[in-house]
């Protein structure tokens, strides 16, 4: 691995065990977290993105399968709000230190409510972004969940 994350240090911090796992990260691919999925020979579904949103004008984070998108009526509803939209990708990136395509829901500069996906908790081990493009950390979803404190809902559509 070329270097450690924020990510990977904290969750080393924290006792979380993971894998680094590298790809080629492809900006031009029309959906970044299929390309990736495909790139290691993961299941999209246990390719877990991570999309920094705004709710009521509030950040927070959301972890879900690649392969999903998400309701943003479910996502304000879950994080306690009315209205929930996409964070532009400059406040996500200044908010988290991270650069769009590889936001980590780990070590994030200014934490952020995070609520999983219900579904991806099911799954054994997923891949969740590393900190920077090109870097996926392998672990147990229930392990990372419990790690950030976070909480689970259905917040995706298809």
């Not at 920094?52 to 959301?62: F, K, Q, T, Y």
């Not at 990708?89 to 200014?110: C, H, V």
Request: proline share 8%; aromatic share 6%.
């Amino acid at each position: 691995m070329s270097g450690a994350t924020p990510a990977t240090q904290w969750l080393r911090r924290a006792g979380i065990a993971f894998r680094a796992v590298e790809y080629r990260y492809d900006p031009g691919a029309e959906r970044v977290a299929l390309q990736a999925a495909e790139a290691i020979g993961l299941p999209p579904e246990r390719l877990l993105k991570t999309l920094m949103v705004e709710v009521d004008g509030r950040p927070a984070c959301c972890v879900v399968p690649g392969d999903r998108n998400l309701s943003m009526k479910r996502v304000a509803a879950a994080f306690g709000g009315k209205a929930a939209a996409m964070m532009p990708p400059d406040k996500a990136e200044r908010l988290t230190g991270y650069r769009t395509g590889g936001i980590s829901p780990f070590g994030q500069r200014r934490p952020a409510p995070t609520l999983f996906e219900t579904a991806a908790l099911a799954m054994g081990e997923v891949a969740v972004n590393g900190g920077k493009r090109g870097l996926l950390l392998l672990l147990d979803p229930q392990a990372a969940l419990a790690a950030l404190g976070a909480g689970a809902a259905a917040l995706c559509v298809g």
